[in-house]
């Protein structure tokens, strides 16, 4: 066995490999003993208080699986920080990221978690859950088909995706290929990533009579992570699919473009976003302050139409220097429109307003 050395997230200790290099920046490394990327804390954050949430709504002992665990850190933080009824199920084909996994199971004596070793299609063809975690390196798609009928009804898929430069332009044949949708190279590709992300999933789920809908879903510098309710029902399934479209939209010269299919509607569910808030303010993260304006953010950009428009954009096309963003969301307002903020960008605003509209606001605040 590799040396060790123990780390700290969250109220969990665990184990990871010695020689790996701790730093806050960057996509961590893939090592032969497993992997362990500091950098992804505050997504296990969030992940612990979507598990929490989970629990308090079910009035029975639920089943969670960490389906790429690697070393556990996931996994092992849930089943230590969520108070509750439920089993958590470590797996990762890598045996000696396992191995590591059961060595912190049995640091900090937890006996609500067991670990499994071996490739997570044959493990997800066998077992179902209430929980379902996939977080690979790269794209989710080898996983998604089978993990949308292994989420016990009532219960949440959450998948991240780190192939973000497939998903926002920068390889768009990898992205027509493997998501079957169009995507661009603009100010608001990383909502038009994930709004493709989310459409593949759904799509997926509708093939199999199950309905997916997204209640968080966001971006951050280098991955996007999406979070299901999961539902049984051919007529809800094809609910949803009404909501997968393409849509226009405009690159950074402002011409128009269209993009996609990808999913239209509301990336959150606000319902279960106040429980998320409610959970977080009672837990001790180390992200806490940006995680609470995370969840923020996307409860305000509920119910706004896809996409955004942005001060720095706009700035940069007619070479001016950019407007204060609440002096343009003010006056748009004035104007009868509707204006949010939104969490992929603090540059950024979305509104009902066109385009045209937006630049006559814009020149009004900057000429
Ligand atoms: C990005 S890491 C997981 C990180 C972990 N979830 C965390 O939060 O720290 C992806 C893991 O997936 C595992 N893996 C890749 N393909 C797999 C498969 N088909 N079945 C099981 N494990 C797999 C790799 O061994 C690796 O440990």
């Known amino acids: 066995m590799t040396k ?97 996994a059961k060595k912190s199971i ?36 080898p996983y998604i088909s089978i993990a949308v009928r292994s989420v016990l009804p009532g219960g949440i898929l959450a998948v991240t995706a780190t192939d973000t430069a497939t998903l926002c332009g920068v390889y768009r044949k990898t992205c027509i290929r493997r998501y079957g949708s169009k995507p661009l190279r603009t100010w608001s590709m990383h909502e038009i990533g994930l709004r493709i992300l989310l459409g593949h999933i759904i799509r997926e789920g509708a093939r199999f009579d199950r309905a997916l809908y997204p209640i968080l879903s966001y971006s951050r510098n280098y991955y996007m992570r999406a979070y299901f309710k999961v539902k049984k029902g051919a007529k809800k399934a094809d609910e949803l699919l009404k909501n997968i479209d393409t849509l226009k939209t405009y690159d950074f010269d402002l011409k128009e473009r269209e993009v996609g299919p990808l999913w239209t509607g509301n990336l959150h569910d ?16 180390r992200n806490k302050k940006d995680i609470e304006k995370l969840v923020d953010r996307c409860l305000d950009e509920i119910d706004m139409p896809p996409l955004f428009y942005d001060i720095d954009a706009l700035a940069s096309y007619f070479k001016r220097s950019p407007p204060k963003i609440f002096r343009m969301m003010k006056l748009l307002e004035k104007e009868g429109y509707r204006v949010s903020r939104t969490h992929f960008r603090d540059t950024s605003f979305k509104t009902d307003a066109p385009l045209d509209e937006v630049i006559k606001v814009f020149n009004d605040l900057t000429i």
């Not at 976003?273 to 993260?285: A, E, M, N, T």
């Open 270 to 285: 606000k319902g279960f976003l106040v429980s998320l808030r409610d959970v977080i303010r009672k837990k001790s993260f």
């Open 106 to 141: 049995e640091h900090s004596n937890l006996s609500n978690i067991k670990t499994s070793c071996e490739d997570l299609n044959v493990l997800l063809c066998k077992e179902r859950f209430h929980y379902i975690d996939i977080d690979p390196f790269g794209s989710p798609v």
């Open 4 to 100: 060790l050395k123990l780390v700290r997230e969250g109220n969990t200790e665990f184990f990871v490999p010695a020689d790996l290099r701790l730093e806050n920046k960057g996509p961590g490394r893939k090592l032969r003993y497993g992997f362990y990327n500091p950098a992804m804390e505050e997504s296990r954050d969030i992940s612990v208080a979507v598990v929490q949430v989970l629990v308090n709504e079910f009035d029975r002992e639920i089943d969670i699986l960490d389906g790429l665990a690697s070393i556990g850190a996931r996994g092992l933080r849930i089943a230590n920080e969520v108070d509750g009824d439920f089993n958590v199920i470590l797996n990762d084909w890598n045996e000696k990221a396992i191995e590591i």
